[in-house]
């Protein structure tokens, strides 16, 4: 009917018939090489956006697409836009601003996001950065994309790159796995009777090799029920399988020695990363006993400290399976960013680390961190770890989440 409603088709309605039916016949509509010929003519029917608006429809279709994103956290409320709730900005309502000024999405997709079919691979927790955020979306193809959308983007905020994908790609179900890193100075390690200068200390061979031996126990699937909030010990979501986890070689910066966690798993719930961190910190620092691990999987309630977010970074998501699938079916491109990879470790450089160190110097926020430690009880009773945690539960560290999980918030 949209054809036959047109005023460019011939005056013949015997001739719009006929054209209409040899559109079907040869599979008109979004198939490769005439993209416009079906969203082209409803555009015309809705009429407002005039002769401008359907050549633009014409020159850039909706496709769906990934974004490769990195972001420094700092200020933001994690990644996932809190719809009518503008005091707490995200890392979404800058992106979703940028889209629409830039002219890849209509004005009432950012106020709707499910109408360009928008997901996120990990929705970061408050504070949190990202050096390889994923995001699929359909938005319109324009030229010089990239350079238009961050041209509307504040510098801490950047795309780095955008690949086509099906038509039913979603970010957060295909993803397979996540990996992380965790940025801590090393004076985090010292032993609590140690009297420790921030800027003198360094992490012996020793120390690091103790820590990665504790850090390879998370490796494997185990219930982390004590490693989040608001989940029992017979929830069977608690339970997450863990690829790899280590601490790398320490390096110094600003005068303070760092070195950095890395951990790759199939999704991860709300802080669990964090805890898990916390946990290893609090045995090496000699607060905890190292059977506390495998105790903290069974069904007891084991009070675990949470680490602070500073220092948390997704740094790369994956899609293997998606890969051998679509990766090499001649229309589709993997989801692999070996390309882009000089450009993430400039932002790294340039936006992530600096901001991590330097609010570390200025805040302090682990050293205040490491102070509370000894109001932990690791050995305290059921009842006395839900009272302590129910009095904690209007930290603002509960907003947000370290991943996206199926479950994770």
């Known amino acids: ?48 956006g005039g002769e401008e608006e359907e050549e633009q429809g014409k020159k850039s279709p909706k496709r769906k697409i990934v974004l490769l994103m990195a972001y420094s956290g700092k200020g933001y409320h994690g990644m996932q836009r809190n719809m009518g709730s503008s005091q707490f900005k995200t890392i979404e309502d800058d992106l979703v601003s940028a889209l629409v000024q830039s002219g890849c999405i209509p004005e009432n997709h950012g106020e709707n996001m499910k109408k360009m079919s928008f997901q996120r691979c990990a929705r970061t927790d ?109 929830d069977p979501s608690a339970k997450r399988y863990i690829m790899e986890m280590y ?6 910066r600003e005068n303070i020695e760092f070195a950095v966690i890395k951990v790759k798993g199939q999704s991860f719930m ?60 001649g229309l589709h491109e993997p989801l692999e960013w070996t390309e882009e990879e000089e450009k993430i470790a400039v932002f790294k450089e340039q936006y992530i680390y600096p901001t991590i160190i330097n609010t570390e110097r200025e805040e302090k926020s682990m050293m205040n961190w490491l102070n509370t430690l000894s109001i932990h009880d690791f050995n305290s009773s059921t009842a006395e770890v839900q009272a302590n945690n129910k009095n904690s539960k209007n930290s603002s560290d509960l907003e947000g989440s370290d991943d996206c999980g199926d479950d994770s918030d």
């Open 1 to 48: 009917p949209s054809e036959l409603c047109s005023p460019q088709v011939a005056p013949s309605m015997a001739e719009g018939l006929r054209a209409a039916a040899a559109k079907r016949l040869s599979g008109g509509g979004e198939g490769p090489g005439r993209p416009e010929e079906n969203g082209r003519q409803s555009k015309r029917l809705k009429g407002d």
């Open 126 to 234: 408050k504070g949190v950065s990202a050096a390889g955020q994923i995001v699929s979306l359909k938005v319109r193809l324009i030229d010089d994309i990239l350079e238009k959308i961050n041209n509307h983007l504040p510098s801490h905020i950047r795309i780095l790159g955008l690949k086509r994908v099906t038509g039913g790609f979603n970010s957060k179900n295909k993803c397979d796995a996540r990996t992380y890193s965790y940025m801590l100075p090393t004076f985090t390690f010292a032993h609590k009777d140690e009297d420790v200068q921030e800027e003198a200390y360094r992490l012996n061979n020793e120390t690091l090799e103790r820590v990665n031996k504790l850090l390879a126990c998370y490796k494997g699937t185990h219930n982390f029920h004590n490693f989040t909030s608001q989940k029992g010990p017979k």
């Open 247 to 252: 601490c790398g070689e320490p390096f110094v």
């Open 270 to 329: 709300m802080h669990q990363i964090r805890k898990m961190i916390g946990l290893v910190i609090a045995i090496v620092k000699g607060y905890a006993a190292e059977s506390i691990i495998e105790r903290s999987w069974g069904e007891e309630k084991v009070d675990v400290p949470k680490a602070p977010g500073l220092g948390l970074v997704l740094e790369r998501v994956h899609f293997e399976k998606y890969n051998r699938r679509f990766g090499n079916d």
